[in-house]
């Protein structure tokens, strides 16, 4: 080790290398199995998009007996991540890049707008310089996850998302009197979050087909109502989809390990006792 | 003359290191010399810097509409706030190079597992700037001129020269983008249209997509300049929006270690995957 680190230390002395410098946000071991997998790091890409939102979309409705999807503030979601993938996939385009891994999603859903902002590392085969007429692909997977993917014969097309926001109805006076102080399912809450995450879902498995997958993984849902209007339900998810790479799924066979590593059992101060 | 190190003072030596950073350090070869920093306060005024656009990004949004009325804005943009990146810069320069200083003293090859604080203080406007980290040295080896700086420490540093690449300096990038909200943005930001023109509908408020996509773009290139032909690893994008008086500023920070590669190294042979037989 000291050898290497005495190599490093004198390489510091050398002028740096000519050429455009890469960028990426990966980790230590990430860049090693990205290049175990014939890839490497070309530059750390981002993409935001952020949608207004028309004033008084969020208002409670007088009367409302059933749960109403909120159309503007879905519809500012939902362009929201299709417009923050699709500049994500434009950088990546242009810094010569064959796809995006590790995408780090931030969304914010406020009372006038809607945020999306997407950050990874666009890669590209070893040596590559500019895999050209091939859309890239853009995935929220780890560099681990990819490469398990793409060993079992999948490989990531899109990240897709689906979006509901739903207005729940309002108790009338009576059943507010009738359920205070009791333990009572609140159907309003319960009905608005189903529609919700309903809609939301298909949505994501329906831009994962239009994408040309065959499912998603590693969904992530953000499901709770809006902190500036407590009667909205957002239901929110987003995904990698995926698409069969080989002629058919490959086994990864995984081999069983049982750790001899395990912690320390932790004092027990009643084993201390003597038996009666 | 200079003031001897405290290791020097004292025949103690310390550090900010845990103990599995400082078990791995020390399995590197390398010896903590002392807990070093560098730090700077700096304020910021625009005068001088000209008008907005006059150095550095600008942008023009003219308002679509024509003649409204007198207080209707004809037009808003997007100016980069040079002032305060420049100040930004100098006070990350100057807690920089003391902590280079420091490290100096100390005759060290390196400085690891910086910290790096940021802080902004409300009265008079100013940012603190605060750098920490480790000084160590190779045993058994002469002290350079310049010692390298990383974010990395332990086992993390280890794996990085393991993988063939040295540490050369911590990379930090930032820029601040300043929005003057033209009518439309305007309209948009308060989710309502004029009587004229209707209710703002859904849509993509351009001016501020732009100032954010430019923030985020500023800031990678200039880290970029930092780096010459070498790598930025492990890098971490922040972007926050702050209100002020004339409207709302986009602020892009990036931070990453700048590393060169020494020595190739063979591809490693794919993974076997395997499931713990463990309860979590």
């Known amino acids: 080790m000291s050898e290497d680190l005495r190599a490093a230390l004198a390489a510091l002395g050398a002028p740096p290398p000519a050429g455009r410098a890469a960028t990426s946000d990966l980790s230590v071991d990430e860049s090693l199995l990205l290049h175990g997998a014939g890839f490497e790091p070309a530059d750390l890409v981002s993409g935001v998009s952020i949608q207004s939102i028309p004033f008084g979309s969020f208002g409670a409705v007088v009367g409302q007996r059933e749960p109403v999807e909120l159309a503007a503030a879905t519809e500012a979601v939902t362009g929201a991540f299709r417009a923050s993938a699709e500049r994500l996939r434009a950088e990546c385009a242009a810094a010569g890049g064959a796809g995006v891994v590790g995408v780090d999603v931030e969304l914010g859903i406020g009372r006038l707008a809607v945020q999306v902002s997407l950050c ?59 359920q205070a102080g009791q333990n009572v399912e609140l159907d309003n809450l319960t009905r608005a979050l189903q529609d919700a995450r309903e809609r939301a879902m298909e949505r994501l498995q329906r831009s994962a087909l239009g994408a040309g997958a065959t499912g998603v993984v590693d969904v992530s849902i953000l499901d709770a109502p809006l902190g500036h209007a407590r009667h909205v339900l957002a239901f929110v998810c987003y995904g990698t989809a995926l698409r069969l790479a080989a002629e058919r799924p490959r086994r990864l066979e995984p081999e069983l390990v049982l750790p001899l590593d395990d912690p320390a059992r932790a004092f027990e101060a009643r084993s201390l006792r003597t038996a009666r | 003359m200079t003031e001897p190190s405290r290791t020097a003072r004292t025949g103690a030596w310390s550090s900010a290191l845990s103990t599995n950073d400082f078990a791995a350090t020390r399995a590197m070869g390398l010896q903590p010399l002392a807990f070093v920093q560098g730090c700077s306060v700096v304020s910021w005024g625009f005068l001088g810097a000209g008008a907005p656009g006059a150095r550095g990004y600008y942008e023009q949004f003219p308002c679509p509409h024509g003649f409204v009325s007198a207080d209707h804005r004809l037009y808003g943009y997007n100016y980069e706030q040079t002032w305060l990146e420049e100040a930004w810069f100098g006070g990350l320069r100057a807690a920089y190079d003391r902590l280079l200083d420091e490290a100096r003293r100390y005759e060290a090859h390196g400085v690891i597992g910086v910290s790096a604080r940021v802080e902004r203080l409300a009265a008079p406007p100013a940012v603190e700037f605060s750098l920490s980290g480790t000084a160590v040295a190779l045993e058994g080896s002469a002290a350079p001129g310049a010692p390298f700086t990383t974010f990395l420490a332990g086992q993390k540093l280890r794996k990085l020269v393991e993988a063939g690449f040295a540490p050369v300096a911590i990379a930090v990038g930032f820029a601040s983008v300043g929005v003057l909200a033209s009518c439309v943005t305007e309209y948009q930001l308060r989710g309502v249209g004029t009587v004229t023109y209707g209710a703002a509908p859904v849509g993509e408020i351009d001016q501020l997509v732009r100032a954010h ?28 929006e702050v209100e002020a008086a004339g409207g709302p500023q986009v602020e892009a920070e990036l931070r990453g270690n700048r590393v060169r590669r020494f020595k190739d190294v063979e591809p490693l042979p794919p993974p076997r995957p395997v499931v713990r037989l463990v309860d979590r």
């Open chain 1, 120 to 178: 990874g590392t666009a890669v590209r085969p070893l040596g590559a310089r500019r895999p050209g007429g091939v859309r890239p692909f853009v995935t929220d997977l780890s560099v681990q996850d990819y490469v398990l993917l793409a060993r079992a014969g999948f490989e990531p097309v899109d990240l897709v998302s689906g979006a509901s926001l739903v207005a729940a109805p309002l108790r009338s006076l009576r059943q507010l009197v009738a």
């Open chain 2, 213 to 240: 996509t430019q923030a985020r773009a500023l800031a990678r290139e200039r880290v970029r300049d930092q780096l010459g032909g070498d790598v930025l690893h492990a890098a971490r994008l922040v972007v926050r």
